[in-house]
């Protein structure tokens, strides 16, 4: 398939690093302002299949050593492809650069840096060309519906400074058109069961407003990767009838999931911790789990280290909902679903979010509704349950509206509390008062039965050796 | 939380129920459930209980017998010849006497992991108190993976620990007495005790290393462990140097300690060699690490140390002569190897310490660890006082030595890798010590060549003189064993080993016993590394693999991070420490998949076999420890591929890659049975050479749960691997490409060709959710 490139092209030089002494060229880089990479959806006459075109100098022509700007355009056509398709294309190039003998590539979109070893250039690798060709033949490879494409890479630093700005706009429409998406908006979903493998009855499904818990997959990658493996784990969901608008249930999906878990999971609904949530993998990014003291959610991701606001850390609280099941109160989850407006929706969204971990935060302040932002305890802020309340009432969360609400209702009203989260908050106090119950026939029957009324049973024993193999002490849950 | 052997008295108890007299309660044994996962199925499995799951492998994978002896001669009756047909007097036939081999050599594996737990459950309960509390690791919740699977108990302190090695003890008794002559009769029986052997081993393992991490502040799981020195020249031969041999820490330990409640370290060398230098360097990184098992005998001939401390496994048993040699006295710790030293534990340190510096006494047994660490330190100072300047090995003049040579070759025959001595000593003969140098690296350091000698020369001293300037420069950077593998970082490599991102797991375990010394371990290292492997390793391989440079000078501990993912090159520590390593792929089934772990042995192993690419590699395996390792992976469903010398195990367990019904597995999802190909190949490879041993880990690696891009990055590392060292596509994909997903693309034309010719038909080899056990079809109500 490379039998014409001077190196190997494969899977194994995916991890590759060049570094600066063994470079003869770096395209982009933190040295350079202006660099980018970007796919476009043309329409078939627009695009010439394999036509490549360099507008500067070429490999050999730039110096050892050399760093340039540079800007790398892809079109594609097919009777296939759709614009969303372009940032699922785009992200490809990543590994397809990788997979080249001597080619590194590192970040994405603005922010690429690529650097060609001095041995691979001696071998022959000295021209955009044979990148072109290996990027064609992978993609073609690998995605059928891109029936043409055309490659443009751009070194004269005048060309890439003025494409620039046109790639940035073209990224910021791309963003906001997939943040803009509404569930409403499609008529499928996507289902993902690649997790199934560790955990059988976990499907997860993925919607424009719902990333899959690993974070790995949006909407749009789900529907270009069920294009590219029709036969592979993720596949199209045809939402079928709207059940609950709010909580996020749907009639095919809620079909799709007991036929994919096998029986085990009745139904979903996307949008709450509560009643039927979604189900949690093994390899979920974070998880929002609820916090009956304050009647809010906390939320905490894979890299906190430390321990929550209520003491669990984030090993004890996946494993209370990992592994394909429904536990209340629990609600695992990607960071980018984060920054979807149908977050929680259904139990409050972001005004019943108590607490989380700084760096989340930090990354997703920009889409969380500004007036909530300073009022989200963080491990910075607070330490304990009782510092959270008094964090809450300091700070006005609404979520102090809900306290009075609640203190205003009858009791029976209280919100569900998940049994195993109380049994982690609330370790035995001690052993409970041990009884003794006499097994069936210990004393003969007509003993009790010829009793009269009123007249209480005492047992004398004397010398009696009681013996026993093993007693267990069993912490009984209501 | 489990209390044994209670007993209560009450002279009179009133209650509503009655009044009781001198009423006696005793009760076997309290067991506080306070851990919510119900009791599995096999808690504290016998001799049988997993027999079946055992079968089920066995089954798959057949004993390929290799006699290394064609006799039995265990009982009066022999010798046997059991060559042929011939059976032996008892009735034994020569399949089940080299199974029933392979049970001892594994029996005396876990007995002597098990012992050495005992020891330090002992001596550590005494020291710290039953109560500490096990902590095994950062961000870990699940601390004792084996203990938990088999057993059954979830411990939370120390003491909790002897549980669970008191039932391993008890089960051990039980297999060597299904060797005794006139007992076990089939050889597939006796593998199956063996692998309960091995099961036991990783039990015994990880109670020993659990009680050192817990109580003497080793890391506990931290992949930025400290980097400490190891190397030859690591050592400065002008201060009083204490070398300590073998694998267990609690004599060096107090030694440490002495030297440094005494403001003595500055002034002391100490060194390790074996495992004990590595868990010495978890105690304290600024103890020095010396080298592998190879390098004991070459380290002890060079002079250097003024006084050697051995303590159990992997000593030289001949440890007196060779300290007489250089004049040192020995230190033995421990009642498994006295060495016929007189017993001193209860001497005046003063009296033991005066006896050994006079030369009095050769040595002494000293059992007592915090003796040991007085008197260490005082004899080592006062006896390089004696010794004066001169230390460093000198024969003199090489050439003159190596004039006595006969050139009869017995030292050829008598080297187990066939190493060229005999050109060496022509060479030397006429003053080029070059080749006698180029010995060091491939020597393993048995010494057999000298005692094979009629003109009794000094081979491996001349050896060690040769290289004298190679050694004393020899230093090298290796991370200091970290312990178990944290929760947090299984749950991290969940997904990319979901999908495929983390081609597999490679632990590179065990001895020094290389057929071309520690290099090819290095090389094997780096090669999964740059692929983007998980990388484990432990004891001598861990060692070996620091003891190579790139051009640049690093090491591959100065080049790779240490934590547990993909690229990563993790160092768990000694032998001890590899129970860690079977421990993360437990933990991998119970902490994604959430697969109950409580005494539910055959389900997790089941998923592990079917699901987890990880594959051990001892390239040096020497010792029976080694063997009882194999075998513990064994019975998880973790293949094995040792060097040369592994065949001397006397057995190899292949699969039949062309057998399509030996390759049926059931689809958890609807009960079927299905053909899914033979991932993984074989349980127990024994490969010839370094170029085979890289292509079948690679290959070893494929499960039949792989997704299409994880079995798609799998192929890649093969069909890549069997090139580069064969010159030629591998001829058996077709068994391994399941759907056109599965092609690497880059190769797709390549090998859509080859699939053609082989009559390869899209989807005949099946993917299901794979299972062995007709109980984990989940069907339908």
């Given at each position: 398939m490379f039998e014409d490139i001077p190196v190997d092209v494969g899977i194994i030089y995916e991890g590759e690093r060049i570094r600066g002494r063994d470079m003869q060229l770096e395209l982009g880089g933190p040295r350079e302002t202006y660099k980018f990479e970007l796919v476009q959806a043309k329409p078939m006459d627009e695009v010439e299949d394999g036509k490549m075109t360099i507008v500067g100098k070429d490999i050999k022509e730039l110096p050892e050593g050399t760093n340039t700007p540079f800007g790398m355009i892809i079109d594609v056509a097919g009777a296939e492809i759709e614009k969303d398709l372009e940032g699922v294309i785009e992200r490809r190039l990543h590994e397809y650069v990788n997979f080249i003998e001597g080619f590194m590539h590192l970040n994405q979109r603005y922010d690429i840096q690529m650097r060609l070893s001095k041995k691979s250039y001696q071998k022959g690798f000295n021209s955009f060309n044979h990148l072109g060709t290996v990027l064609l033949r992978l993609y073609k490879s690998e995605m059928p519906f891109i029936e043409k494409m055309q490659i443009t890479f751009i070194t004269e630093p005048a060309k890439v400074e003025e494409w620039y700005p046109r790639a940035m706009g073209l990224y910021e429409a791309r963003d906001a058109r997939a943040r803009g998406?509404?569930?409403?908006?499609?008529?499928?979903?996507?289902?993902?069961?690649?997790?199934?493998?560790?955990?059988?009855?976990?499907?997860?499904?993925?919607?424009?407003?719902?990333?899959?818990?690993?974070?790995?997959?949006?909407?749009?990658?789900?529907?270009?990767?069920?294009?590219?493996?029709?036969?592979?784990?993720?596949?199209?969901?045809?939402?079928?009838?709207?059940?609950?608008?709010?909580?996020?249930?749907?009639?095919?999906?809620?079909?799709?999931?007991?036929?994919?878990?096998?029986?085990?999971?009745?139904?979903?609904?996307?949008?709450?911790?509560?009643?039927?949530?979604?189900?949690?993998?093994?390899?979920?990014?974070?998880?929002?789990?609820?916090?009956?003291?304050?009647?809010?959610?906390?939320?905490?991701?894979?890299?906190?280290?430390?321990?929550?606001?209520?003491?669990?850390?984030?090993?004890?609280?996946?494993?209370?909902?990992?592994?394909?099941?429904?536990?209340?109160?629990?609600?695992?989850?990607?960071?980018?679903?984060?920054?979807?407006?149908?977050?929680?929706?259904?139990?409050?969204?972001?005004?019943?979010?108590?607490?989380?971990?700084?760096?989340?935060?930090?990354?997703?302040?920009?889409?969380?509704?500004?007036?909530?932002?300073?009022?989200?305890?963080?491990?910075?802020?607070?330490?304990?349950?009782?510092?959270?309340?008094?964090?809450?009432?300091?700070?006005?969360?609404?979520?102090?509206?809900?306290?009075?609400?609640?203190?205003?209702?009858?009791?029976?009203?209280?919100?569900?509390?998940?049994?195993?989260q109380q049994a982690q908050q609330f370790p035995m106090a001690g052993f409970t008062v041990p009884t003794m119950e006499l097994p069936a026939g210990a004393l003969p029957a007509a003993m009790l039965q010829g009793l009269p009324q009123g007249v209480t049973l005492k047992i004398i024993l004397k010398n009696a050796k009681i013996r026993a193999e093993r007693v267990i002490i069993r912490a009984e849950k209501e | 939380m489990a209390n044994r052997n209670v007993k209560l008295k009450f002279d009179e108890l009133s209650s509503t129920l009655g009044t009781f007299k001198g009423l006696e309660i005793q009760i076997g044994r309290i067991m506080d459930e306070e851990w919510e996962e119900p009791m599995g199925p096999t808690p504290m499995p016998s001799v049988s209980t997993l027999r079946s799951w055992d079968r089920k492998l066995l089954n798959r994978y057949k004993p390929f017998y290799m006699p290394f002896c064609d006799l039995c001669c265990l009982c009066t009756y022999g010798k046997c010849d059991l060559t042929g047909d011939k059976k032996g007097a008892c009735g034994i036939s020569m399949p089940a006497q080299q199974s029933r081999i392979v049970l001892l050599a594994c029996c005396i594996g876990a007995a002597t992991h098990a012992a050495h737990g005992r020891h330090m459950l002992n001596h550590l309960i005494q020291e710290f108190g039953k109560d500490t509390p096990l902590v095994a690791a950062l961000n870990t919740n699940v601390e004792a993976p084996h203990v938990r699977l088999v057993c059954g108990i979830k411990p939370q302190t120390i003491g909790d620990l002897e549980e669970a090695l008191d039932y391993v003890e008890t089960q051990i008794v039980q297999l060597v007495a299904a060797a005794h002559t006139g007992q076990e009769g089939d050889n597939i029986d006796f593998e199956s005790k063996a692998f309960h052997a091995g099961m036991l081993d990783h039990v015994a393992l990880e109670v020993a290393d659990l009680m050192q991490i817990a109580t003497l502040g080793l890391p506990k799981g931290d992949p930025e462990a400290p980097l400490a020195e190891l190397g030859y020249g690591t050592i400065n031969?002008?201060?009083?140097?204490?070398?300590?041999?073998?694998?267990?820490?609690?004599?060096?330990?107090?030694?440490?300690?002495?030297?440094?409640?005494?403001?003595?370290?500055?002034?002391?060398?100490?060194?390790?060699?074996?495992?004990?230098?590595?868990?010495?360097?978890?105690?304290?990184?600024?103890?020095?690490?010396?080298?592998?098992?190879?390098?004991?005998?070459?380290?002890?001939?060079?002079?250097?140390?003024?006084?050697?401390?051995?303590?159990?496994?992997?000593?030289?048993?001949?440890?007196?002569?060779?300290?007489?040699?250089?004049?040192?006295?020995?230190?033995?710790?421990?009642?498994?190897?006295?060495?016929?030293?007189?017993?001193?534990?209860?001497?005046?340190?003063?009296?033991?310490?005066?006896?050994?510096?006079?030369?009095?006494?050769?040595?002494?047994?000293?059992?007592?660890?915090?003796?040991?660490?007085?008197?260490?330190?005082?004899?080592?100072?006062?006896?390089?006082?004696r010794r004066g300047e001169k230390k460093l090995v000198d024969l003199g003049d090489l050439k003159e030595i190596a004039s006595k040579c006969r050139t009869c070759m017995e030292c050829i025959r008598a080297c187990p890798n066939t190493l060229p001595i005999m050109d060496a000593m022509t060479a030397a003969k006429e003053g080029d010590y070059g080749p006698l140098a180029e010995l060091n690296d491939l020597c393993v350091g048995c010494g057999r060549c000298e005692s094979a000698c009629p003109a009794d020369l000094p081979i491996l001293t001349m050896i060690t003189q040769a290289s004298k300037d190679q050694l004393v420069n020899e230093k090298y950077p290796i991370r200091v064993g970290r312990g178990a593998i944290q929760d947090v970082e299984i749950r991290e490599v969940g997904s990319p080993i979901v999908f495929g991102e983390i081609p597999g797991v490679v632990a590179l375990v065990g001895c020094a016993n290389y057929p071309a010394g520690g290099?090819?371990?290095?090389?094997?290292?780096?090669?999964?590394?740059?692929?983007?492997?998980?990388?484990?390793?432990?004891?001598?391989?861990?060692?070996?693999i620091a003891m190579t440079r790139d051009e640049e000078g690093q090491n591959l501990y100065e080049k790779y991070p240490g934590n547990f993912d993909a690229g990563g090159l993790v160092n768990v520590g000694s032998c001890v420490s590899n129970g860690h390593i079977t421990g993360a792929a437990i933990k991998i089934a119970n902490i994604f998949a959430k697969r109950p772990l409580r005494a539910n042995y055959e389900e997790i192993a089941d998923y592990i076999y079917n699901r987890v690419g990880a594959v051990g590699v001892a390239?040096?395996?020497?010792?029976?420890?080694?063997?009882?390792?194999?075998?513990?992976?064994?019975?998880?469903?973790?293949?094995?591929?040792?060097?040369?010398?592994?065949?001397?195990?006397?057995?190899m367990l292949l699969g039949d890659q062309g057998k399509e019904e030996d390759w049926k597995v059931f689809n958890a999802r609807d009960g079927q049975e299905v053909y899914v190909g033979p991932a993984p190949e074989h349980l127990f490879y024994a490969a010839e050479t370094l170029e085979e041993a890289m292509v079948m880990i690679a290959k070893l690696a494929m499960r039949p749960n792989d997704t299409s891009k994880g079995r798609a990055v799998k192929l890649s590392h093969y069909i890549d691997l069997h090139k580069k060292h064969y010159g030629a596509m591998p001829d058996d994909l077709h068994l391994f490409v399941r759907r056109g997903q599965d092609v690497p693309f880059t190769m797709k034309d390549e090998i859509m060709k080859i699939l053609e010719a082989k009559g390869w038909v899209e989807d005949r080899i099946a993917s299901p959710d794979p299972t062995l056990l007709d109980r984990m079809v989940r069907r339908r109500e």
């Amino acid at each position: 398939m490379f039998e014409d490139i001077p190196v190997d092209v494969g899977i194994i030089y995916e991890g590759e690093r060049i570094r600066g002494r063994d470079m003869q060229l770096e395209l982009g880089g933190p040295r350079e302002t202006y660099k980018f990479e970007l796919v476009q959806a043309k329409p078939m006459d627009e695009v010439e299949d394999g036509k490549m075109t360099i507008v500067g100098k070429d490999i050999k022509e730039l110096p050892e050593g050399t760093n340039t700007p540079f800007g790398m355009i892809i079109d594609v056509a097919g009777a296939e492809i759709e614009k969303d398709l372009e940032g699922v294309i785009e992200r490809r190039l990543h590994e397809y650069v990788n997979f080249i003998e001597g080619f590194m590539h590192l970040n994405q979109r603005y922010d690429i840096q690529m650097r060609l070893s001095k041995k691979s250039y001696q071998k022959g690798f000295n021209s955009f060309n044979h990148l072109g060709t290996v990027l064609l033949r992978l993609y073609k490879s690998e995605m059928p519906f891109i029936e043409k494409m055309q490659i443009t890479f751009i070194t004269e630093p005048a060309k890439v400074e003025e494409w620039y700005p046109r790639a940035m706009g073209l990224y910021e429409a791309r963003d906001a058109r997939a943040r803009g998406m509404s569930d409403d908006e499609v008529d499928v979903f996507y289902g993902c069961s690649l997790c199934q493998s560790f955990a059988p009855t976990h499907l997860c499904v993925i919607t424009p407003q719902r990333y899959a818990n690993c974070g790995a997959i949006s909407w749009f990658d789900g529907r270009a990767t069920a294009k590219v493996d029709p036969k592979g784990p993720v596949f199209e969901i045809p939402k079928g009838a709207l059940i609950d608008p709010v909580k996020g249930e749907y009639e095919q999906v809620n079909k799709v999931i007991r036929d994919k878990s096998l029986g085990e999971i009745e139904r979903v609904q996307l949008y709450t911790a509560f009643g039927y949530p979604h189900t949690s993998c093994g390899c979920f990014e974070g998880c929002a789990f609820y916090i009956p003291e304050v009647d809010g959610y906390g939320v905490v991701h894979r890299n906190y280290k430390s321990k929550t606001v209520n003491g669990l850390d984030f090993v004890t609280i996946s494993d209370l909902t990992a592994g394909g099941r429904q536990v209340d109160g629990f609600h695992g989850l990607s960071i980018e679903y984060m920054r979807s407006p149908k977050f929680l929706q259904a139990d409050g969204g972001w005004d019943r979010v108590v607490w989380m971990p700084k760096d989340i935060m930090d990354r997703i302040k920009e889409y969380m509704p500004p007036e909530i932002v300073p009022k989200i305890a963080t491990e910075e802020s607070v330490q304990d349950l009782d510092g959270l309340k008094k964090w809450l009432r300091e700070k006005s969360h609404p979520i102090v509206g809900r306290w009075k609400a609640e203190e205003e209702k009858p009791k029976e009203a209280a919100a569900p509390q998940p049994a195993q989260q109380q049994a982690q908050q609330f370790p035995m106090a001690g052993f409970t008062v041990p009884t003794m119950e006499l097994p069936a026939g210990a004393l003969p029957a007509a003993m009790l039965q010829g009793l009269p009324q009123g007249v209480t049973l005492k047992i004398i024993l004397k010398n009696a050796k009681i013996r026993a193999e093993r007693v267990i002490i069993r912490a009984e849950k209501e | 939380m489990a209390n044994r052997n209670v007993k209560l008295k009450f002279d009179e108890l009133s209650s509503t129920l009655g009044t009781f007299k001198g009423l006696e309660i005793q009760i076997g044994r309290i067991m506080d459930e306070e851990w919510e996962e119900p009791m599995g199925p096999t808690p504290m499995p016998s001799v049988s209980t997993l027999r079946s799951w055992d079968r089920k492998l066995l089954n798959r994978y057949k004993p390929f017998y290799m006699p290394f002896c064609d006799l039995c001669c265990l009982c009066t009756y022999g010798k046997c010849d059991l060559t042929g047909d011939k059976k032996g007097a008892c009735g034994i036939s020569m399949p089940a006497q080299q199974s029933r081999i392979v049970l001892l050599a594994c029996c005396i594996g876990a007995a002597t992991h098990a012992a050495h737990g005992r020891h330090m459950l002992n001596h550590l309960i005494q020291e710290f108190g039953k109560d500490t509390p096990l902590v095994a690791a950062l961000n870990t919740n699940v601390e004792a993976p084996h203990v938990r699977l088999v057993c059954g108990i979830k411990p939370q302190t120390i003491g909790d620990l002897e549980e669970a090695l008191d039932y391993v003890e008890t089960q051990i008794v039980q297999l060597v007495a299904a060797a005794h002559t006139g007992q076990e009769g089939d050889n597939i029986d006796f593998e199956s005790k063996a692998f309960h052997a091995g099961m036991l081993d990783h039990v015994a393992l990880e109670v020993a290393d659990l009680m050192q991490i817990a109580t003497l502040g080793l890391p506990k799981g931290d992949p930025e462990a400290p980097l400490a020195e190891l190397g030859y020249g690591t050592i400065n031969p002008d201060k009083p140097v204490i070398m300590c041999i073998g694998h267990n820490v609690l004599p060096s330990v107090d030694i440490i300690d002495y030297l440094m409640d005494h403001d003595l370290f500055d002034q002391v060398e100490v060194g390790g060699l074996c495992c004990t230098a590595h868990d010495m360097s978890r105690y304290n990184k600024r103890s020095k690490i010396v080298g592998p098992i190879s390098w004991q005998l070459k380290f002890i001939k060079s002079g250097i140390p003024d006084l050697i401390v051995v303590d159990e496994q992997c000593i030289r048993t001949d440890v007196m002569d060779q300290a007489k040699l250089i004049g040192v006295p020995v230190l033995a710790t421990s009642e498994k190897s006295c060495l016929g030293l007189p017993d001193r534990t209860h001497d005046p340190a003063e009296a033991v310490v005066n006896d050994l510096i006079s030369g009095r006494s050769p040595g002494a047994l000293v059992t007592e660890p915090r003796k040991v660490g007085e008197i260490a330190v005082k004899t080592a100072m006062a006896v390089r006082k004696r010794r004066g300047e001169k230390k460093l090995v000198d024969l003199g003049d090489l050439k003159e030595i190596a004039s006595k040579c006969r050139t009869c070759m017995e030292c050829i025959r008598a080297c187990p890798n066939t190493l060229p001595i005999m050109d060496a000593m022509t060479a030397a003969k006429e003053g080029d010590y070059g080749p006698l140098a180029e010995l060091n690296d491939l020597c393993v350091g048995c010494g057999r060549c000298e005692s094979a000698c009629p003109a009794d020369l000094p081979i491996l001293t001349m050896i060690t003189q040769a290289s004298k300037d190679q050694l004393v420069n020899e230093k090298y950077p290796i991370r200091v064993g970290r312990g178990a593998i944290q929760d947090v970082e299984i749950r991290e490599v969940g997904s990319p080993i979901v999908f495929g991102e983390i081609p597999g797991v490679v632990a590179l375990v065990g001895c020094a016993n290389y057929p071309a010394g520690g290099g090819d371990v290095a090389a094997i290292a780096e090669e999964f590394l740059k692929r983007r492997f998980i990388v484990v390793t432990s004891g001598c391989s861990a060692m070996n693999i620091a003891m190579t440079r790139d051009e640049e000078g690093q090491n591959l501990y100065e080049k790779y991070p240490g934590n547990f993912d993909a690229g990563g090159l993790v160092n768990v520590g000694s032998c001890v420490s590899n129970g860690h390593i079977t421990g993360a792929a437990i933990k991998i089934a119970n902490i994604f998949a959430k697969r109950p772990l409580r005494a539910n042995y055959e389900e997790i192993a089941d998923y592990i076999y079917n699901r987890v690419g990880a594959v051990g590699v001892a390239w040096g395996a020497m010792s029976q420890k080694a063997a009882s390792i194999a075998a513990g992976c064994w019975r998880l469903g973790i293949p094995v591929v040792v060097g040369p010398h592994g065949s001397k195990y006397r057995r190899m367990l292949l699969g039949d890659q062309g057998k399509e019904e030996d390759w049926k597995v059931f689809n958890a999802r609807d009960g079927q049975e299905v053909y899914v190909g033979p991932a993984p190949e074989h349980l127990f490879y024994a490969a010839e050479t370094l170029e085979e041993a890289m292509v079948m880990i690679a290959k070893l690696a494929m499960r039949p749960n792989d997704t299409s891009k994880g079995r798609a990055v799998k192929l890649s590392h093969y069909i890549d691997l069997h090139k580069k060292h064969y010159g030629a596509m591998p001829d058996d994909l077709h068994l391994f490409v399941r759907r056109g997903q599965d092609v690497p693309f880059t190769m797709k034309d390549e090998i859509m060709k080859i699939l053609e010719a082989k009559g390869w038909v899209e989807d005949r080899i099946a993917s299901p959710d794979p299972t062995l056990l007709d109980r984990m079809v989940r069907r339908r109500e």
